[in-house]
C-alpha cells in the first residue's frame, strides 16, 4: 500500500470542499491490517478498493487540484492491478475491523518512556507547563501569553518541532472582507522510539473527525500506542488528542462553520528545535510577522476620529446579524462577563463578520484556557502599558471609535468617512 502511505501528510488545498479526507479514513480504517492479506481476503480487500474509488469518484467535481485527491486515484488504479481487483463488483462500505486479542489499540502496559511525566525521576522538578490557542478571526495566545490578532490568510504553521507539526489555513469569512478564520487544520505527530508510529489528524470545515487520518485512534502498532489517543467529546464539534509521550494535550473543536486550536504542552517539547532560528513562522512559539498583526496603535491614528459607519456604498451579501458597538459588547457580556482580551476579541469578531457563532469561539476558547493553562493567575490578558510590541488589542474602556475605525478596515465597503 505504499502508493497511499503518503496521502496522509499531503498538505491540504486551500479552500476547497473536497472530501478527500473522509474516503482516505473509510478505506484506512476498512484495511488497516491488511498489509498481510492472504489469498482468502483477497476479496474482501478488492470490495473495500473498490467502495474507495467510488467514493474518490462521488467527490471528484469538487476535489479538482487537490494533491490528496489526484494521490488517491492514481494510487488506486495501483491497487487495482497489484491485487488483480476488478473494477466490477460489490462496492459495499468498508467495515471497521475487529480488533483481535492483544492488539496495540488494547494495551495499557505502554513502557515509561511513553509517559512523559512518569520519565521524570522523583528527585527532578516538575515539568513546566505552556499554553497556546488560535480561535476567531483569528486571534492567537503564544506560549509566552502574548495575545495579537492577525490576518495570516492561507496556510501558516502553528507549531513546529521535533515531535509534531501543526499546520492551519485560514480563509475570508465575507467577501471582500479581510476578516479571516481557521477553515482546516493538519496535525503531524512524528515516529517516536517504541511508542507511536507517524500519525496525522487533518479536519476542515464541516468535517471534524474522531480519528487520525488512517481510521485508527491511537499511535499505531507499537508497544506504547496508547500514548497517543484521540477521544471525541461531543460529535463533530469538539475533539481531544492525548499525546501522553510528549505530555501534550490538544483541543479542537467546530464553532459554527470554523475550527479552534488549543494545546498544552511542556516548554522542553515546545523548545525541542533542530535550528531555533529558522523557526520564524512557527506562530505559537514567535507570535505573528508584524505584518500580519492588527496594530491598535495604527489604528488609532486612522482616518475614523468619531468614526460613524454608514452603511453605504457597494451592495455585497449581508452578514447573518449586524451589530453595533454597544449590541456587540452586550451580547459578549453573556458568556464573557470579564472585560478581558477574550472579550475584546469577541465584539471585534461581531463587528467585522455578525456572526454569532464568534462569540461562542470566544467562549470555547476561554474555556480551553482555563482547562490547559498551568498558572490560575494569567487566565485573564489584559492591555499592558505603552511599551508593549506592536500587535497587542486595545485596553479595556477601548472607545467605540476605535473599534468602528477597524470594522472599517476590515470591511472597507461598509464605510464611507
Avoid at 14 to 23: Q, R
Amino acid at each position: 500500500m505504499q502508493a497511499l502511505t503518503t496521502l496522509s501528510s499531503s498538505p491540504p488545498a486551500v479552500t476547497s470542499p473536497c472530501k478527500i479526507l473522509k474516503c482516505n479514513s473509510e478505506f484506512w480504517a476498512a484495511t488497516s491490517g491488511s498489509h498481510h492479506l492472504g489469498t482468502e481476503e483477497a476479496p474482501e480487500f478488492c470490495t473495500a478498493l473498490r467502495a474507495y474509488a467510488h467514493c474518490t469518484r462521488r467527490t471528484a467535481r469538487t476535489c479538482r487540484g487537490d494533491l490528496a485527491y489526484h494521490s488517491a486515484a492514481h494510487g488506486i488504479d495501483d491497487l487495482m492491478a497489484q491485487h488483480n481487483c476488478s473494477k466490477d463488483g460489490p462496492t459495499s462500505q468498508p467495515r471497521l475491523r475487529t480488533l483481535p486479542p492483544g492488539d496495540s489499540q488494547e494495551r495499557s502496559d505502554s513502557p515509561e518512556i511513553c509517559h512523559y511525566e512518569k520519565s521524570f525521576h522523583k528527585h527532578s522538578a516538575a515539568p513546566n507547563y505552556t499554553h497556546c490557542g488560535l480561535f476567531g478571526d483569528p486571534h492567537l495566545r503564544t506560549f509566552t501569553d502574548t495575545f495579537q490578532t492577525c490576518k495570516v490568510q492561507g496556510a501558516w504553521p502553528l507549531i513546529d518541532n521535533n515531535y509534531l507539526n501543526v499546520q492551519v489555513t485560514n480563509t475570508p469569512v465575507l467577501p471582500g472582507s479581510t476578516a479571516t478564520a481557521t477553515s482546516k487544520l493538519t496535525i503531524i505527530f512524528k515516529s517516536f522510539q517504541e511508542c507511536v508510529d507517524q500519525k496525522v489528524y487533518q479536519a476542515e470545515m464541516d468535517e471534524l473527525p474522531a480519528a487520525f487520518a488512517d481510521g485508527s485512534k491511537n499511535g499505531g502498532d507499537k508497544h506504547g500506542a496508547n500514548s497517543l489517543k484521540i477521544t471525541e467529546k461531543v460529535s463533530g464539534q469538539h475533539i481531544e488528542i492525548q499525546a501522553k509521550y510528549i505530555g501534550t494535550t490538544i483541543v479542537v473543536r467546530q464553532v459554527g462553520r470554523y475550527l479552534t486550536f488549543a494545546v498544552r504542552m511542556p516548554e522542553e517539547v515546545v523548545n525541542a528545535v533542530e535550528d531555533r532560528d529558522s523557526q520564524g513562522l512557527y506562530l505559537c512559539l514567535r507570535g505573528c510577522p508584524l505584518n500580519q498583526q492588527i496594530d491598535f496603535q495604527t489604528i488609532r491614528s486612522a482616518q475614523a476620529t468619531e468614526g460613524r459607519a454608514r452603511r453605504k456604498g457597494p451592495s455585497l451579501p449581508a452578514s447573518p446579524e449586524a451589530f453595533t458597538y454597544e449590541t456587540a459588547t452586550a451580547k459578549c457580556r453573556e458568556k464573557l462577563p470579564v472585560e478581558d482580551l477574550y472579550f475584546q476579541s469577541c465584539v471585534f469578531d461581531l463587528l467585522t463578520t455578525g456572526d454569532v457563532n464568534f462569540m461562542l469561539a470566544a467562549y470555547y476558547a476561554f474555556e480551553d484556557v482555563k482547562m490547559l493553562h498551568s498558572n490560575k493567575d494569567k487566565l485573564h490578558l489584559y492591555e499592558r502599558t505603552r511599551d508593549l510590541a506592536p500587535g497587542n488589542m486595545a485596553p479595556s474602556g477601548t472607545p467605540p471609535a476605535l473599534w468602528v475605525a477597524l470594522l472599517c478596515l476590515s470591511q472597507s465597503w461598509l464605510c464611507l468617512l
